[in-house]
């Protein structure tokens, strides 16, 4: 078993962990079947409540890792260059 060490810090890490719940727990919400059937089937206030609190929680993650610090350390503009160069 290797060892890996990742190049970029924990906390930008577990930043971004916890990114991907809230857009799981998005994705699980708002793609469940609203109760009941045929046109009279909605979301409760509750549901509708929980989308919009994850939401509000995925934008404020996603801020969070896009301005962690390590985007403006040498070796985060390192990794962003590299990348850019990738894609041209």
């Given at each position: 078993?290797?060892?890996?060490?990742?190049?970029?810090?924990?906390?930008?890490?577990?930043?971004?962990?916890?990114?991907?719940?809230?857009?799981?727990?998005?994705?699980?919400?708002?793609t469940a079947?609203?109760?009941?059937?045929?046109?009279?089937?909605?979301?409760?206030?509750?549901?509708?409540?929980q989308v919009?609190?994850?939401?509000?929680?995925?934008?404020?993650?996603?801020?969070?890792?896009?301005?962690?610090?390590?985007?403006?350390?040498?070796?985060?503009?390192?990794v962003v260059?590299?990348?850019?160069?990738?894609?041209?």
């Amino acid at each position: 078993m290797s060892s890996y060490a990742s190049p970029f810090p924990d906390d930008l890490l577990a930043l971004q962990q916890q990114l991907h719940e809230a857009q799981a727990d998005f994705h699980t919400l708002a793609t469940a079947p609203p109760w009941g059937t045929g046109a009279a089937a909605a979301f409760t206030e509750e549901q509708v409540d929980q989308v919009e609190e994850l939401w509000e929680r995925i934008r404020e993650l996603t801020m969070a890792v896009n301005e962690h610090p390590y985007w403006t350390s040498e070796r985060g503009l390192r990794v962003v260059r590299g990348r850019d160069a990738g894609a041209a």
